[in-house]
């Protein structure tokens, strides 16, 4: 989905009556979200979800076209962590249908 297709299905779900309204509250809200992240603070939405950012060490790899070792360096990222509500509905559960015992270790006697 691109961006301007969720800010047209944002403004309909919060009937909004122009999509300028809602582009300028979901500017605002990405704008917000950055300034906290920039500063290294989190943002945490209770059943959705926490935004954080995060440090990522320096670590060593190797240059596939010339096959020498490289160091990337370290630098903060932002990271996200859905909450439990968002991963259920994410991932519904499929209900089992209850199956019979099977006879495993079971001895049969004769009759």
Known sequence: MTKKEFVELFGKKAELKTKLEAERLTKVFL?????????????????FG?????????RTCINPKTREPMKVPSKT????????????????????????KS???KKKTKK
């Open 31 to 47: 704008e917000t979200l950055e300034e906290v992240l920039v500063k290294g603070d989190s943002v945490a939405f209770i059943g």
């Open 77 to 100: 990222v932002a990271k996200f962590k859905p909450g439990k509500n968002l991963t259920e509905k994410m991932n519904p559960v499929v209900e089992k249908k209850e199956t019979k």
């Open 50 to 58: 926490k935004f954080e950012a995060a440090q990522r060490a320096e």
């Open 103 to 105: 006879s495993k270790g």
